[in-house]
Nanobody, 127 residues
Framework: QLQLVESGGDLVQPGGSLRLSCVAS????????IGWFRQAPGKEREGVAC?????????TDSVKGRFTASRDKSKNTMTVYLQMNSLKPEDTAVYSC???????????????????WGQGTQVTVSS
């Protein structure tokens, strides 16, 4: 069983930055691709970024050049970061991380592919 815990959400002004963290604990952590998803009120869940087991990342077009995903593996946990720069009001949403076993394949931004989910963290971009 894999457990995911997000943190780092906050209220930030437009143009500001935040770094979200997703701490994964469990077995075979190196086998998992991690995705970042967001859901705004009244909207469907949207894939924002993902990072594969080999460290390569994908981004949705609206965040390319502004968001960066990275991963850091320690002995018993893995932390995946989402650095968010030049934030816009339309980035406001609950951000969740998710995991799926995906060896030797590029990660994808489709939420239905992911098996484990964190509880989410609120990001609000407003002046």
């Amino acid at each position: 069983q894999l457990q995911l815990v997000e943190s780092g959400g906050d209220l930030v002004q437009p143009g500001g930055s935040l770094r979200l963290s997703c701490v994964a604990s469990g077995f075979n952590l190196n086998s998992y691709a991690i995705g970042w998803f967001r859901q705004a009120p009244g909207k469907e869940r949207e894939g924002v970024a993902c990072i594969s087991s080999n460290g390569s990342a994908n981004y949705t077009d609206s965040v390319k050049g502004r968001f960066t995903a990275s991963r850091d593996k320690s002995k018993n946990t893995m932390t995946v970061y989402l650095q968010m720069n030049s934030l816009k009001p339309e980035d406001t949403a609950v951000y969740s991380c998710a995991a799926e076993i995906r060896l030797f394949r590029q990660c994808v931004l489709f939420p239905q592919e992911y098996d484990y989910w964190g509880q989410g963290t609120q990001v609000t971009v407003s002046s």
